[in-house]
C-alpha cells in the first residue's frame, strides 16, 4: 500500500510531468488580457460620470441663475406701468407748486401736501424693489439709456453731453426699465452728434414735459 502511495505522489509531481493545479502560459495571458480590458471599460464607466456630474453641476448653476434673474425682475412690467403715474404726479407737483407761487392759498398748501405724500410712497415702492433714476443731465449720451429727442447748438456744453430731460429714466437693477428723453448738445459746430442721428429732432419744435409720455 505504501508503495503504491508513492509512485502516485511522484506522478502527480510538477518534477514528473503530472496533472499540475497552476495555470498554463495562454490562460494566464488570457486572463491578464481580459482584465485589461475590464479596467479600460471601468475607466470609460468613471470617465462618463465625471463628464455626465460636471454637466448636471453647470445645468444646476444655470437653473440657480435663470430662477435668480427671473426673481430680480419679476415685478418688471408692474414697475413700468407704474412710471406714467409718477411722472403724473411730478407734473401736478409743479404745476400745484408754481401755481402756489402767483396764488398762495391753505388750499393750495394742502394740495401740494397730498401730492407729495402720494409720490413720497410711490417712489419709496420703486427704491423697495431696486428702481433707481438714470442720471442725465450734464452727463455724456448713452444710447442704452437715453432716447435722443432733440439737438442743441452751444458753445460753451460740448457736443453729445446732455443737456435737458423731458423724461425721466428709471433702471430695474442693472437692465433699462425705460430710457430717458433727453435732449444733446451738438456742440458749438452745429453738427449734429451721432449719438442722436436718426432720432433727434429740431430744439426749434415744441417740447414739454407732458408730451413725452
Known amino acids: ?43 470609460a464607466v468613471q470617465d462618463k460620470y465625471l463628464r455626465l456630474a460636471a454637466e448636471f453641476e453647470n445645468y444646476k448653476r444655470l ?3 435663470e430662477q435668480r434673474e ?13 412710471l406714467p403715474i409718477i411722472d403724473n404726479l411730478e407734473r401736478a407737483l409743479k404745476a400745484a407748486q408754481d401755481n402756489s407761487e402767483e396764488q398762495p392759498n391753505h388750499k393750495s398748501k394742502g394740495l401740494i401736501q397730498g401730492i407729495e405724500l402720494t409720490l413720497k410712497q410711490f417712489l419709496e415702492v420703486l427704491t423697495k424693489f431696486n428702481v433707481k433714476p438714470v442720471a442725465s443731465v450734464g452727463t455724456p449720451f448713452d444710447p442704452a439709456c437715453h432716447q435722443a429727442v432733440a439737438h442743441v447748438e452751444s458753445a460753451t456744453i460740448p457736443e453729445n453731453l446732455v443737456v435737458e430731460e423731458y423724461q ?23 453738427n449734429q452728434s451721432a449719438a442722436g442721428a436718426g432720432q433727434e429732432e429740431s430744439v426749434t419744435s415744441s417740447h414739454s414735459p407732458g408730451d413725452a409720455n
Open 70 to 82: 427671473f426673481t430680480r425682475f419679476a415685478n418688471e412690467n408692474i414697475l413700468r406701468e407704474l
Open 1 to 43: 500500500m505504501s508503495r503504491l502511495s508513492s509512485v502516485t505522489d511522484k506522478e502527480s509531481s510538477p518534477d514528473n510531468g503530472g496533472e499540475t493545479t497552476g495555470l498554463e502560459g495562454g490562460e494566464l495571458a488570457e486572463l491578464q488580457k481580459a482584465l485589461v480590458s475590464k479596467t479600460d471599460e471601468a475607466k
Open 63 to 65: 437653473s440657480q441663475k
Open 168 to 190: 425721466k429714466g428709471y433702471l430695474l437693477h442693472d437692465r433699462i426699465l425705460r430710457a430717458a428723453m433727453v435732449t444733446v448738445s451738438a456742440g458749438p459746430t452745429g
